[in-house]
Every structure is written in C-alpha cells, then in structure tokens.
C-alpha cells in the first residue's frame, strides 16, 4: 500500500517550519547538514536519531565524517515525502 506524499502546500508549509532543511531537486527528499563540536557528540545525535528511526521504522539516508553529518529523508513507499519525513525532521529538530 502505497503512503500518501505531501502536498506542494504542505512540503513548502514544512520547509518554512525546518528552514534548515532543503528540497532535494527532484522534490522528492529533503536534505540537511548538521555539524557537530567533534566525532563523539555526532555519533550521539546518530545513535538517538537511529533509536527513533526504528522505533518508528523509518530511517534516514545518511554519511557522517568526523563532526558532519548529511541526512536525506524521503519515504521509498510514496516514492517522495510524506508524513513520516515531516514527523522524523521535527523529532531529529528536537535532538539539537
């Protein structure tokens, strides 16, 4: 079953709510940069990120070097964002 995408009005009304977080160009992702004081407060916000991320069994694309971290969201089941990417941003915003 497929999960419904967000809305152009709902993606840009996100947007303005996380205005750290971009569009991917396709639409169909947003994509933020995090940096960190070092490598062990990183891996921290990875490790409670990740705790949610199965919890709730969705989880981020991501890469991490030393205090960055680059994380995509996007829901493969609606092939774009959906509810499930606006719920793990707030969460994720509330991490920092």
């Given at each position: 079953?497929m999960i419904p995408c967000l809305t152009e009005a709902e993606t840009a009304a996100l947007?303005?709510?996380?205005?750290?977080?971009?569009?991917?160009?396709?639409?169909?992702?947003?994509?933020?940069?995090?940096?960190?004081?070092?490598?062990?407060?990183?891996?921290?916000?990875?490790?409670?990120?990740?705790?949610?991320?199965?919890?709730?069994?969705?989880?981020?694309?991501?890469?991490?070097?030393?205090?960055?971290?680059?994380?995509?969201?996007?829901?493969?089941?609606?092939?774009?964002?959906?509810?499930?990417?606006?719920?793990?941003?707030?969460?994720?915003?509330?991490?920092?």
């Amino acid at each position: 079953m497929m999960i419904p995408c967000l809305t152009e009005a709902e993606t840009a009304a996100l947007l303005t709510e996380l205005p750290g977080w971009t569009l991917r160009e396709d639409g169909k992702a947003i994509l933020r940069t995090f940096k960190f004081g070092d490598f062990n407060a990183a891996f921290g916000f990875m490790t409670r990120v990740a705790l949610y991320a199965d919890k709730h069994d969705h989880h981020p694309e991501w890469f991490n070097v030393y205090n960055r971290v680059e994380m995509t969201l996007t829901t493969h089941d609606a092939d774009g964002l959906s509810a499930r990417d606006a719920a793990m941003a707030r969460t994720i915003e509330g991490y920092l």
